[in-house]
């Protein structure tokens, strides 16, 4: 079947990551919207057809002032591409500080879509993702059966989460009134969340953590935002939005959403992400895998770490063997580097040290990448000069195949430091080497 005629995308999103890009936009895929995802705003006017369209932007830990400016200005771009509705995405883990920047940015986008200046303006926000363990309950998130302030995220090196209360940790970074749709009205139905969302605004809340502890929520959420502007949340709650479309009759089944071009070319693996899963995936490719560890301290020496890492590689990849390369560290040895070079500087310098090694790779005839952590896949796509992702299906939960456009496509796995399972790496560069048309 076709889509129905149209002008314009449906859906339009921001994303303050890139992994979260493509987490959100892998969703979307399997609700059977035909997805693109750009790397920052494009600086071309020209239609992008699809769907929906996921800007990826690297806004997460930056100044919240410019963080607000890059996300409206991808609303912009957006707005110019038809979309109907618009989403703003973040981790699912909420990632932010008491100066933002989800409040902020909330705010925002919320006044720039709001026709009566923002007065009765009103979105949710809801980062749950029950598929990969992140639930929230009055209020409270969890991850997995551990409150978030007690499950490792306190130890974040840019955005320790220290408080697993979402009420309290988003009405720290906004002025705007934060309110709750509790789970007890999200158990009642569509039409029960919807009076919900009409008392809160009554008594004057511009933004509200909502409640979810399955997929089923998710979708009754989804449905009930139908005719929000915005929403705002992780990627679980996208679950809902494909089938608004569809009883609005602007969208149809799409048997090939989801198909991606097969790439030829050698394969590798980066990792930048020190987060508990990314470590176990390290560890469990290290024993049977070659592997080479990054030494920030080394880097700051003026060591040529970059050389030496494609030195490593270059045996491998004359063998048409796959490597590791990687700065992943425990929380220890993270703070150990961070109190000698600094918190952003040592971030910076293990972004743009696997930046370097990502494009040594390309002109050594690799085309194929699986990239481990949300800072890190954002500096890599923009040395690899990457425009623009086709989304493809699922590797595991939150993270998608994808595929550069143009002749010469690239195969990308970009996952978020938190997901995937042990066996990850392994499993997704037998997806990218099975993914074809």
Same mark, same amino acid.
């Given at each position: 079947?076709?889509? /129905? %005629? ?11 990551? @890139? ?9 979307? *895929?399997?609700?059977?919207?035909r997805t693109v ?10 239609? *992008? ?10 806004s997460r830990t ?42 902020? !940015?909330? #705010? ?34 969890? !991850? ?31 002025? %705007? ?7 007890? &009205?999200? &158990? ?10 009409? &008392?809160?605004?009554?008594?004057? *809340? ?22 929000? &502007?915005?929403?705002?949340?992780? %990627? ?30 050698? %394969? ?23 592997? @080479?560890?990054? #030494? ?40 150990? *580097? ?47 000069? !990457? ?9 595991? /939960?939150? !993270?998608?195949?994808?595929a550069t456009t ?17 066996? @990850? ?7 990218? #080497?099975?993914?074809?048309?």
């Amino acid at each position: 079947m076709t889509t /129905p %005629s149209r002008q314009g995308a449906l859906l339009g999103c921001i994303a303050d990551d @890139f992994t979260g890009a493509t987490d959100l936009a892998n969703m979307l *895929v399997r609700g059977g919207m035909r997805t693109v995802q750009t790397i920052g705003v494009p600086a071309s006017g020209e239609p *992008v057809h699809a769907d929906a369209l996921v800007v990826a932007l690297k806004s997460r830990t930056i100044p919240a002032a410019d963080a607000v400016a890059q996300s409206l200005a991808a609303l912009h771009w957006l707005r110019a591409q038809g979309c109907r509705q618009f989403f703003f995405k973040y981790c699912s883990t909420f990632d932010s500080t008491d100066a933002g920047n989800i409040g902020p !940015v909330t #705010d925002a986008l919320l006044d720039a879509l709001s026709a009566d200046g923002g007065a009765r303006a009103f979105t949710i926000a809801c980062p749950a993702f029950p598929e990969n363990g992140r639930t929230i309950f009055r209020g409270h998130l969890f !991850v997995g059966d551990t409150l978030l302030n007690e499950s490792g995220m306190e130890n974040h090196p840019l955005t320790p989460m220290r408080d697993a209360n979402l009420v309290r940790v988003l009405q720290r970074q906004t002025s %705007s009134k934060v309110g709750l749709v509790r789970y007890d &009205a999200v &158990a009642q139905g569509v039409a029960r969340v919807r009076e919900s969302f009409d &008392a809160l605004r009554n008594e004057g *809340v511009r933004m509200a953590i909502a409640d979810a502890v399955s997929d089923a929520d998710l979708h009754v959420l989804g449905e009930a935002c139908a005719d929000l &502007a915005l929403i705002t949340g992780g %990627s679980g709650v996208a679950l809902g939005l494909p089938g608004n479309f569809r009883r609005a009759g602007q969208l149809d089944e799409h048997a090939d959403a989801a198909s991606l071009p097969r790439v030829e070319g050698l %394969s590798a693996v980066l990792a930048g992400s020190a987060s508990t899963a990314t470590r176990a995936q390290v560890a469990a490719w290290r024993d049977t895998r070659p592997a @080479f560890r990054i #030494d920030p301290l080394a880097a700051a020496r003026g060591e040529p770490v970059v050389e030496q890492a494609l030195a490593f590689a270059q045996p491998h990849l004359d063998a048409g063997e796959p490597m590791l390369i990687y700065a992943t560290a425990t929380p220890d040895e993270v703070k150990a *580097v961070q109190s000698e070079l600094g918190v952003s500087e040592a971030g910076h310098l293990v972004e743009s040290t696997l930046a370097s090694i990502a494009r040594g790779l390309f002109e050594r005839g690799v085309r194929k990448f699986v990239v481990a952590g949300g800072e890190t896949s954002g500096a890599v796509v923009q040395a690899l000069d !990457v425009r623009t992702l086709r989304i493809g299906a699922q590797i595991d /939960p939150g !993270v998608p195949a994808t595929a550069t456009t143009g002749d010469e496509p690239l195969a990308l796995a970009l996952k978020s430091g938190n997901f995937g399972s042990e066996d @990850f790496f392994e499993k997704a560069l037998r997806h990218l #080497d099975g993914a074809a048309t």
